[in-house]
Nanobody, 126 residues
């Protein structure tokens, strides 16, 4: 059974940084696509960043480009999201998710992901 467990959320002032982690285990498939999504109150899930593990390519949502970086430690099976220059509008619950394979146009689409963690809350104050 796939298990994804996020950590690292918290409260930070605008302009600050946080690093989220997602510990992954129990895969019954090769998770070629790993991603971070977020959800703010009253809004749908938003694709933040996605990593395609066969070639290490990454995609980012327009609102986080240049500020967030997705990476992973393959040996430890941990996915990371480094978040810099945080803004109040980054406030949300952040989720990691995995799925076997997706073409590039689909990698930031939450409906395409099979497995999800429980989320970690990030609050950015102005």
């Amino acid at each position: 059974q796939v298990r994804l467990e996020e950590s690292g959320g918290g409260s930070v002032q605008a302009g600050g940084s946080l690093t989220l982690s997602c510990a992954m285990s129990g895969f019954t498939y090769r998770p070629y696509c790993m991603a971070w999504f977020r959800q703010s109150p009253g809004k749908a899930h938003e694709g933040v960043a996605a990593l395609f593990t066969p070639d290490g390519s990454a995609l980012y949502g327009d609102s986080v480009k240049g500020r967030f970086t997705i990476s992973r430690d393959e040996a430890k099976n941990i996915l990371y999201l480094q978040m810099n220059s945080l803004k109040p509008e980054d406030t949300a619950i952040y989720y990691c998710a995995t799925t076997p394979f997706l073409g590039a146009p689909m990698r930031l689409s939450p409906a395409r992901y099979n497995d999800w963690g429980q989320g970690t809350r990030v609050t950015v104050s102005s």
